[in-house]
């Protein structure tokens, strides 16, 4: 019956189906249906329903294949399929918008692709059926990190093992070089990827990333692969008959302590790995857990090379990568995860006899996690982000990633001792070889903060919490010896040690297995800590003590910045309850022209008023604490500075000018009055001096009533000029009521423009004229329309109503004619 069936027909009868029903098992379609065992219809019809299916059915559909079809079949979907997860390397393809996809926005989207990418989920079961077989799968070398593709564009693989053995070559009169990677490899690739190349869509720009799918799969897959407790968790079944391991990959993974080396040549490279016949087996516990770790530490950290941080310390050096605060808030979640994975060792195998006994694999692996994988990366993508960051508020992301990462007792099982006062939990000793094997991460860091500090506006409230929680964390009692202790350490002679040098500041050799022995423990702290500082920094680097005189000057220099910081807080503060209170009445109404000479520059403080003035003076009152206790400042080293910097309020209670000399062409400002004005601790007080009716149109101004006001009234004063001034020379009670109108006050109580003269300018009063231009303020229209309301309520007319305002308007005007008047003869 099935051999007269046409193939056409028989083709049409199972797309049908493809697209109505559930799959029918393997062997059924084989058999009713030989011609399907061809990959590219299969392909075809999945890639059909993406069109023509919601991505509900989609899914299940997914699930149906995954399990009744063989891996002959499905080799052929997994790229497509992974692409249309992840989106496109190029990003034009967004595939399922992970980064976007929320479960109070989409809940039933954001379930069942959670459900389906889960770490026990389907399309897990799709890799480790794919990797029971052993399939490869080509990756495009052009879309690897910077370093990374360079390296091998330039025949050299990389530092990482994740590498080895993988490189393609094009054939003759091919495109490009490609990676061969097994499923597991392929898939994570793709995942870490599209944090990258994936731009999030207009409208997720102010989603919480840490409320989108990708984040939690992140750190599902964390904890999957990367368990604090118990041990990986094996493959799952792919088959009913029972579960299928999943093979380690062929090339064995690289001992731990074979990180951090020069580059070799691919020929070099390759005889030295290949594949060892007598490698251990209980390697292959681990294999995806060492392989998910250096692929996110790989695509996520590995875009600056040392090479290229040296090369961006030159001013004139091109960005190469910058990252976003999303990418930032996902490597900090991996910071934390593993700090708390190496710290679920036990105390006798954190030990360093321990490393001399029979240990299972994920011991070796917690204890060579954070070390060998993690810090040289981590080192240089936060040196970059230190230095080319933009100083506003979104460092704080990066702030708190570099924050985590120097404390990793807080992701401790254990409690930390609580201090005598109550308030800071002390650092544990058991922490100092931390703190020295990573010294470059607690001292250049922190002097790469200080100068990010000092070049920041500290009155803003969230510019100082940022400063409050770097000094905070600084100040933890006996951190602050520990990293002296560290210092010492690196800075101590070389004199009976210099005949190990080498051996211990040079590599190892690439030899051995993943579970080979480590090298021999070095007992000299010494040793180790100068091998940290060397790797990161170069043989030839130039090391700057944190406890150092330079440092401390700018520690002093950022405690001045601190107090004078608080001052200008404390100014604006007092000046915005000046303008509160001694505001008129009839401003309110908008009879009077707004303040267009104000003191201070705006900033996040006017939006927030008094309790963010608040919030700053406490935030930086804490840091100044910490500061003094970290670097043992006394009281009375501040009161000096702050006197040398000349905070002091000059005979007016005014602040001074910025910090400058007079030069041939008139002031110059010095490195400190620049300062001082980042920082709106100070400014030149500059004032409008020219004609009141000709200053540029305000944003609270009406542009064309304004225009046509002036021409108005330039008609009036130019056709009565001659009567206002007759009635604004008399010396009775209507003379002086004219002049208070009609007469603008002379320029001889203002100031010079130039700060360096003392004198003032001659009077200039340009005779007595109207101005209209009130009127064409959007506030004052919106005060007569609301009075003319109010009085409609009580049943006054507008005729009435406008006789009201001006009869009122009269009463006020003869009193303060009265009182100006007064205040004049007592002047005199």
């Known amino acids: 019956m099935v051999a007269t069936v046409p193939e056409d027909e028989r083709r049409c009868r199972f797309h ?27 392909l075809a019809s999945l890639k059909a329903d993406t069109i023509n299916k919601p991505f509900a059915q989609r899914c299940q559909d997914l699930v149906k294949v995954i399990e009744d079809f063989p891996a002959k079949e499905l080799h052929a979907i997994f790229p497509w399929l992974v692409e249309s997860i992840f989106g496109s ?36 079961k799709l890799v480790y059926k794919l990797q029971a077989e052993d399939y490869k799968f080509d990756f495009p070398v052009s879309y690897l990190p910077g370093p990374v593709k360079a390296s091998i564009q330039e025949h050299m693989v990389p530092d990482s093992p994740l590498y080895h053995n993988k490189v393609q070559f094009p054939p003759t009169g091919g495109l490009g070089l490609n990676l061969a990677l097994n499923p597991f490899e392929y898939y994570m690739f793709f995942f870490a990827l599209s944090l990258i190349t994936q731009k999030p869509l207009p409208g997720a720009l102010h989603v919480r990333p840490s409320d989108c799918a990708y984040f939690i799969l992140v750190d599902r897959y964390l904890s999957w692969f990367l368990p604090i407790e118990g041990s990986v968790l094996p493959p799952l079944s792919s088959s009913p008959g029972g579960p299928s391991p999943s093979p380690a990959p062929r ?59 040296q090369k961006m310390q030159s001013p004139h050096a091109k960005e190469s990568f910058t990252p976003t605060e999303e990418h930032v808030l996902v490597v900090r979640l991996l910071i934390k995860h593993l700090h708390a994975f190496s710290n679920s060792l036990k105390p006798e195998q954190v030990s360093p006899s321990a490393h001399s006994h029979a240990t299972s694999p994920l011991e070796e692996f917690k204890r060579a996690a954070v070390p060998r994988f993690v810090q040289q990366k981590l080192y240089l993508f936060l040196q970059h982000c230190f230095g080319h960051w933009p100083l506003d508020a979104s460092f704080r992301a990066v702030l708190e990633m570099w924050l985590s990462y120097l404390q990793p007792w807080r992701y401790a099982p254990e409690k930390q001792p609580q201090s005598s006062d109550g308030q800071a939990r002390c650092v544990s000793e058991r922490w100092a070889p931390f703190v020295q094997e990573n ?46 202790k560290g210092e010492q350490l690196f800075l101590e002679p070389e004199l009976v ?11 190892p050799t690439l030899t051995g297995s993943f579970l080979s022995s480590w090298p021999p423990a ?51 503060s007092d000046q915005c309850g000046e303008s509160t209170t001694s505001r008129p009445f009839l401003s309110w109404l908008g009879f009077c022209l707004s303040d267009t000479n104000s003191s201070y520059p705006a900033n996040d403080l006017d939006d927030m008023g008094q309790d963010s003035i608040r919030k700053t003076d406490e935030y930086l009152e804490k840091a100044l604490e910490y500061l003094c206790q970290m670097f043992r400042l006394s009281e009375a080293q501040l009161t000096q500075l702050t006197l040398a910097l000349g905070t002091a309020q000059d005979e007016n209670g005014k602040k001074q000018l910025p910090d400058c000399i007079v030069g041939e062409d008139g002031l110059i400002l010095t490195p400190l009055g620049r300062y001082q004005i980042i920082n709106g601790l100070r400014k030149f007080d500059i004032e409008y001096q020219g004609d009141s009716e000709l200053q540029p149109i305000r944003s609270y101004e009406i542009a064309s009533l304004v225009r046509l006001l ?41 100031h010079l423009l130039s700060p360096v003269g003392q004198g003032r300018v001659a009077s200039r009063a340009r005779g007595p004229r109207l101005s209209l231009r009130f009127l064409g303020s959007y506030r004052t229209l919106l005060s007569l329309l609301l009075a003319f309301f109010v009085a409609s309520l ?24 009265l009182l100006t008047e007064q205040g004049k003869l007592h002047q005199l």
Request: glycine share 6%.
């Open 16 to 42: 049908s189906g493809f697209l109505r029903r559930p799959f029918s098992t393997p062997p059924e379609a084989t058999m009713a249906f030989p011609h399907l065992q061809q990959p590219s219809f299969l």
């Open 89 to 124: 390397l190029d990003g034009v393809l967004i595939g399922w918008n992970l980064r976007s996809l929320q479960g109070r926005v989409s809940p039933v989207e954001y379930s069942i692709a959670m459900e389906f990418l889960d770490p026990g989920g389907p399309m897990m």
């Open 251 to 309: 090339t064995p993974a690289m001992p731990f302590a074979s990180y951090g080396l020069h580059h070799t040549s691919l020929l070099k490279r390759h005889i030295s790995h290949q594949t060892s016949v007598n490698a251990d087996p209980a390697s292959h516990e681990i294999w995806r857990s060492e392989t998910l770790l250096q692929v996110f530490v790989e695509m996520w950290l590995h875009h600056y090379s040392l090479e290229m941080y």
């Open 439 to 484: 010294l470059l991460l607690y001292t250049k860091l922190f002097v790469g903060f200080l100068s990010r500090a000092l070049r920041t506006d500290l009155v803003s409230p969230k510019n100082a919490l940022m400063v409050l929680r770097v000094v905070k964390v600084f100040a933890q009692p006996s951190l602050a010896e520990m990293i002296q």
């Open 497 to 507: 040690i210099t005949h190990r040098q080498h051996r211990l500041f040079t590599a």
């Open 522 to 572: 070095v007992t000299d702290t010494s040793f180790k800590v100068k091998s940290h500082v060397y790797s990161l920094e170069g043989q030839d680097c130039k090391y700057t003590p944190m406890f150092g005189p330079e440092v401390r000057t700018l520690v002093l220099r950022l405690a001045q910045l601190i107090t004078q910081a608080k001052q200008t807080a404390k100014s604006i």
């Open 710 to 750: 002036f021409r108005l009234s330039s008609t009036i004063n130019h056709r009565f000029a001659g009567q206002m001034r007759a009635l604004c020379s008399r010396a009775d009670f209507l003379g002086r009521f004219c002049r208070y109108h009609l007469m603008e006050p002379g320029l001889t109580d203002k």
């Open 794 to 817: 009580f049943r006054i007319g507008p005729l009435p109503c406008a006789l009201l305002l001006v009869l009122g308007y009269f009463l006020y005007a003869a009193a303060m004619t």
